[in-house]
C-alpha cells in the first residue's frame, strides 16, 4: 500500500472533507460558472421568445404558410349555357370531359410499358409524352377535353402521379352547317366566334369552389371550409329555324360547286321581325374537329366581307327619285346608244335600250338609265339615303366582326362618282346590309332593326319612303323576276310571286378591280310578293363555270331557296303560275 492512500484513510478516519484532499482539490475560478449559467438562462429566454413570436404573434401566417403546403381550392366549373334554335332544337350544348394532369417526377418513376400505354391512350407518342414530363414543374397537364371513356383507361393503368380534373366540352350536333351563326369556344370553355363569342358574358355561369386537403400525391383526403356552388350558365334561344338553314346552306353549297366558285353567301330574314332565320356561308367548317381549319372556312362572309353591290343598289337610287317626286314609273329617260359619257369617263349598258321608262330601267338593270336619274338629284340626298338604310354605318345587332362597308362623304363626290355609285360601283356593303336595304320595299316604307335572337315582339319600323313608293317598287322588282326583258327569270318560283334584283360586280383586291377580272354574282328577292314574309340575299364569289352574272349563279340559288323555305314554313302560295319555262340564256344584266 503505498503512502497517499494511507493518509487517505487516515483523513477519511478523522472526518476530513474529500474536497480537502490537495490532488482533488478544484482550482477553476468562480466566475466560469456564472458565465455558464448565464449562458443557459439566455438560450432558455430566446427559447421562450421564439416559442411566444411563433405561437402567440405569428399563429396566423404559419398557418396559411401550413395551407400553402396542403389545402386546395378547387374549381367547381358551372356548365355552359345551351344554345338553341327557335324551335328548342340544341345547336351546342356542353358535355363533361376529363383534363388528364400529372406530377412529372412521378410517373417518370412509372414502367415503360405503362408509359407506352398512357401515351397510345392520348394519343400520341411515347416521345412527346415524355418530353411533356420532362418539366421543372410539379404539375402538368398531358391532354386536355378527353373524354370520359379513355380517362377510365388510363385510371385503370394505375400509374402514381396522374390524376383527372373535371371539365366541359363544347359539342355542336349541326357541324358545318350551323357553324358560322353558332359559333367555337376553346379549351378553356371560352367563346371564340359569333354566338359564341357574342353572348359570352352570359352562357359561360359563375364556377363554384371547394377546400380540399391533399396528400403529396395530389389525392383528396379531407373537404374543408365551405363549399360554393357553380351557377350554369343562362341558355340562349336564336332566331335562326334550323330546317332553314340546312336549306341555305346545302344549297348554297351546290351552286359553289355547280359553278365552281370560291365562295358563297346567303342570308334569310324575316320581314315581319326582323329576326335572322338563316345565314349560310360555303366553304365551312366542322367546329367539332378544328384541326385543319383554314381562314377561307372561318371566315363569316355574310357579316364580315364588304364587296360591290353592283345592280342590286339601283332600285334604292330609283325609290328615292320615285319619292322624291324627281320621276314615276312611266317617266321615259333616253339612254341613247348604250353609251354615256361624263367628262372624261364612259358610261355602258349591255344593249342600246333607246328610250325607255324606269319601271324598264329596272327591268332591263340600265346603268345609263340609273346615272341620269341619280344625276338630277343632288349628292347629299343620296349619301342621306345610304346612310338611312345602313350602308356605312356600323351593325348594331350584338354580332362580332360585323363590317360598316364603306360610302365616301357626299362632298367629296364627283359626277362620275355620283353616277357610278347610283347602280352599286364605288361602295361597298356586306351581304346583310343589302339584304336589309330592301326591307323598305317589303314594309311598305319603314325598316327595323336585325336581331339574332328570337323575338316574340313586333319592332318599331323607321320611316324611309313612303307606302305607294314602296309598292311601285316591288312591282317593278316583279318585272326584274317576270317580265319579258327581265334580267332574274331564273329566280321565278311555281306558285309564288317573287320581286327582286340581281347584282355583278368586277371584284375589288387590294384597293384595285382584279385583272383578270373576277366577278361577285348577287341577288336580293322579296317572296311572296302578296305578302312579304322573306327577304332572301345570295351572293357568289368568282363563279368560274356556267356564267359569272347575278342572274345566272345567285337567282337560282335563290329560287331553290326561298322554295323551300316557304314549303317548309307552310306559307300559302299567292300565285295561280304553277309551271315555268326559263329561257337557257336570260341575257347578262349591266354591269
Known amino acids: 500500500m503505498s503512502r497517499s492512500s494511507a493518509n487517505a484513510r487516515v483523513a477519511a478516519s478523522k472526518g476530513v472533507s474529500f474536497s480537502k484532499s490537495p490532488v482533488l482539490a478544484v482550482r477553476l475560478p468562480t466566475w466560469r460558472s456564472r458565465v455558464v449559467l448565464f449562458v443557459l438562462f439566455a438560450a432558455f429566454a430566446a427559447l421562450a421568445v421564439r416559442a411566444l413570436w411563433l405561437q402567440g404573434l405569428s399563429t396566423q401566417f404559419l398557418q396559411k404558410q401550413g395551407e400553402i403546403r396542403y389545402a386546395r381550392t378547387i374549381e367547381l366549373?358551372?356548365?355552359?349555357?345551351?344554345?338553341?334554335?327557335?324551335?328548342?332544337?340544341?345547336?351546342?350544348?356542353?358535355?363533361?370531359?376529363?383534363?388528364?394532369?400529372?406530377i412529372p417526377d412521378d410517373v417518370l418513376q412509372a414502367p415503360p410499358e405503362k408509359l407506352r400505354a398512357l401515351?397510345?391512350?392520348?394519343?400520341?407518342?411515347?416521345?412527346?409524352?415524355?418530353?411533356?414530363?420532362?418539366?421543372?414543374?410539379?404539375?402538368?397537364?398531358?391532354?386536355?377535353?378527353v373524354e370520359q371513356d379513355i380517362a377510365d383507361k388510363i385510371a385503370k393503368l394505375n400509374i402514381e402521379g396522374i390524376d383527372t380534373r373535371k371539365e366541359y366540352k363544347r359539342f355542336y350536333p349541326q357541324g358545318e352547317v350551323m357553324t358560322h351563326v353558332v359559333g367555337f369556344t376553346n379549351v378553356e370553355d371560352v367563346g371564340q366566334e359569333s354566338m359564341e363569342l357574342a353572348h359570352q358574358k352570359t352562357l359561360v355561369g359563375v364556377p363554384g369552389s371547394r377546400r380540399v386537403i391533399k396528400d403529396r400525391l395530389g389525392h383528396i383526403v379531407e373537404d374543408i371550409g365551405a363549399k360554393h356552388e357553380p351557377h350554369d350558365g343562362k341558355d340562349l334561344v336564336l332566331s335562326v329555324d334550323s330546317k332553314i338553314q340546312y336549306i341555305a346552306f346545302t344549297q348554297l353549297k351546290g351552286a359553289v360547286e355547280k359553278f365552281k366558285a370560291k365562295a358563297g353567301a346567303a342570308v334569310v330574314l324575316d320581314v315581319h321581325t326582323g329576326e335572322v332565320l338563316a345565314l349560310a356561308n360555303y366553304p365551312s367548317y366542322d367546329p367539332n374537329d378544328r384541326r385543319n381549319l383554314t381562314g377561307a372556312q372561318l371566315r363569316n362572309r355574310v357579316m364580315t366581307d364588304s364587296f360591290e353591290p353592283g345592280s342590286t343598289l339601283k332600285p334604292v337610287t330609283v325609290a328615292l327619285a320615285l319619292d322624291k317626286g324627281k320621276v314615276t314609273p312611266h317617266s321615259t329617260i333616253d339612254t341613247g346608244n348604250g353609251r354615256y359619257t361624263i367628262l372624261d369617263r364612259t358610261i355602258s349598258d349591255t344593249h342600246a335600250h333607246g328610250v325607255i321608262s324606269v319601271q324598264q330601267i329596272v327591268e332591263m338593270s340600265s346603268n345609263i338609265?340609273?346615272?341620269?336619274?341619280?344625276?338630277?338629284?343632288?349628292?347629299?340626298?343620296?349619301?342621306?339615303?345610304?346612310?338611312?338604310?345602313?350602308?356605312?354605318?356600323?351593325?348594331?345587332?350584338?354580332?362580332?366582326?360585323?363590317?360598316?362597308?364603306?360610302?365616301?362623304?357626299?362632298?367629296?363626290?364627283?359626277?362620275?362618282?355620283?353616277?357610278t355609285m347610283s347602280y352599286g360601283n364605288g361602295i361597298s356593303v356586306s351581304l346583310i346590309q343589302l339584304a336589309r336595304a330592301y326591307m323598305m320595299f317589303a314594309r311598305d316604307g319603314d325598316t327595323i332593326p336585325l336581331t339574332f335572337e328570337k323575338t316574340s315582339e313586333l319592332p318599331q319600323g323607321q320611316r324611309i319612303i313612303?307606302?305607294?313608293?314602296?309598292?311601285?317598287?316591288?312591282?317593278?322588282?316583279?318585272?326584274?323576276?317576270?317580265?319579258?326583258?327581265?334580267?332574274?327569270?331564273?329566280?321565278?318560283?311555281?306558285?309564288?310571286?317573287?320581286?327582286?334584283?340581281?347584282?355583278?360586280?368586277?371584284?375589288v383586291e387590294n384597293g384595285r378591280y382584279a385583272i383578270p377580272r373576277k366577278y361577285v354574282g348577287s341577288f336580293v328577292g322579296i317572296v311572296p310578293l302578296s305578302a312579304p314574309r322573306f327577304i332572301i340575299a345570295v351572293m357568289i364569289d368568282e363563279p368560274t363555270q356556267g356564267g359569272h352574272y347575278g342572274g345566272q349563279v345567285a337567282a337560282p340559288t335563290f329560287a331553290k331557296v326561298a322554295e323551300n323555305a316557304l314549303r317548309a314554313l307552310n306559307v300559302p302560295p299567292d300565285s295561280t303560275v304553277t309551271e315555268i319555262v326559263v329561257p337557257t340564256d336570260t341575257g347578262p344584266e349591266a354591269m
Do not use: H
Open 119 to 145: 401515351a397510345s391512350l392520348l394519343d400520341m407518342s411515347e416521345a412527346d409524352l415524355r418530353k411533356k414530363l420532362d418539366s421543372d414543374r410539379n404539375f402538368v397537364y398531358l391532354k386536355r377535353q
Open 77 to 102: 366549373p358551372a356548365t355552359r349555357g345551351k344554345i338553341m334554335d327557335r324551335n328548342g332544337q340544341v345547336l351546342a350544348s356542353s358535355i363533361p370531359v376529363k383534363a388528364i394532369w400529372a
Open 369 to 419: 338609265g340609273t346615272s341620269k336619274i341619280a344625276l338630277s338629284m343632288p349628292a347629299q340626298d343620296m349619301w342621306e339615303m345610304f346612310t338611312k338604310v345602313g350602308f356605312g354605318q356600323q351593325p348594331k345587332w350584338g354580332f362580332p366582326g360585323a363590317v360598316a362597308g364603306r360610302v365616301r362623304p357626299y362632298k367629296s363626290w364627283r359626277p362620275i362618282e355620283q353616277a
Open 466 to 507: 313612303k307606302p305607294e313608293t314602296a309598292r311601285a317598287m316591288r312591282e317593278m322588282l316583279e318585272m326584274v323576276v317576270s317580265g319579258k326583258d327581265g334580267t332574274a327569270k331564273q329566280a321565278q318560283i311555281p306558285g309564288y310571286r317573287v320581286g327582286g334584283k340581281t347584282g355583278t360586280a368586277y371584284k
